[in-house]
């Protein structure tokens, strides 16, 4: 098994997200990891769709995401792979999140994991409301829309 490493742009992407969620407001966040964390993610091995924010104290923290080991990494470096990383923000950031997370059916959740163009760990996180099945559908409907209406105008 051999993968391409990943030195700048989108690791992984929470599709899933923006369909369960109507998204009002998005911010972007560091994370706080290891270094046998961060050649994982480097490699691609990374999975944001059960990803949601909490509140621990005065911090947020990225929980239910899962960042597996590398086969080759030695058996030394060990770590859990669902652990509560810790999301690097400014502390007016913070409290406005926490003011946000308060709010009856607001949630925090990852949209997109990628490397700016320093090099650094950012996660797109989305302030929304989950969506309720006639929402779903209709987002289902538009996006069906948008493919025939494009097939149409091609042809």
Same mark, same amino acid.
């Given at each position: 098994?051999?993968?391409?490493?990943?030195?700048?742009?989108?690791?992984?992407?929470?599709?899933?997200?923006?369909?369960?969620?109507?998204?009002?407001?998005?911010?972007?966040?560091?994370?706080?990891?290891?270094?046998?964390?961060?050649?994982?993610?480097?490699?691609?091995?990374?999975?944001?769709?059960?990803?949601?924010v909490q509140r621990r104290g005065r911090d947020l923290y990225l929980a239910g995401?899962?960042? #597996?080991?590398?086969?080759?990494?030695?058996?030394?470096?060990? *770590?859990?792979?669902?652990?509560?990383?810790?999301?690097?923000?400014?502390?007016? #950031?913070?409290?406005?999140?926490?003011? /946000?997370?308060?709010?009856?059916?607001?949630?925090?959740?990852?949209?997109?994991?990628? *490397?700016?163009?320093?090099?650094?760990?950012?996660?797109?996180?989305?302030?929304?409301?989950? /969506?309720?099945?006639?929402?779903?559908?209709?987002?289902?409907? #538009?996006?069906?829309? #948008?493919?025939?209406?494009?097939?149409?105008?091609?042809?």
């Amino acid at each position: 098994m051999t993968r391409q490493l990943i030195k700048s742009g989108q690791v992984s992407e929470n599709r899933k997200a923006r369909y369960s969620y109507s998204i009002e407001d998005t911010i972007e966040a560091g994370i706080s990891l290891t270094g046998a964390e961060i050649k994982s993610v480097r490699y691609g091995l990374v999975t944001i769709v059960d990803g949601f924010v909490q509140r621990r104290g005065r911090d947020l923290y990225l929980a239910g995401i899962e960042i #597996q080991r590398l086969p080759t990494a030695a058996r030394i470096v060990n *770590f859990d792979e669902r652990r509560p990383r810790q999301l690097l923000l400014h502390r007016a #950031q913070i409290n406005r999140l926490i003011g /946000k997370l308060q709010e009856k059916g607001a949630t925090i959740v990852p949209l997109k994991l990628y *490397f700016n163009n320093r090099g650094r760990l950012k996660v797109l996180l989305g302030i929304g409301y989950g /969506k309720s099945k006639i929402d779903k559908r209709e987002t289902i409907k #538009q996006r069906e829309w #948008q493919k025939s209406k494009a097939r149409i105008l091609k042809g």
